[in-house]
């Protein structure tokens, strides 16, 4: 489930906009740690 506020308008194109630029911006915890030089275990703190 998503839960999100929208600021500004409400149309429905926007708001899909909005959803679908959010979600293409999310990295994998594998990316993130390899541009870190890290391991997966050392970025999530496990």
């Known amino acids: 489930n998503v839960l999100s506020k929208c600021i ?3 149309r429905p194109v926007n708001v899909v906009r909005s959803t679908v630029n959010a979600l293409s911006g999310i990295s994998s915890p594998d990316y993130i740690a390899a541009k870190r030089g ?3 275990e050392q970025i999530l703190g496990e």
């Open 8 to 10: 500004g308008t409400t």
């Open 38 to 40: 890290k391991t997966v």
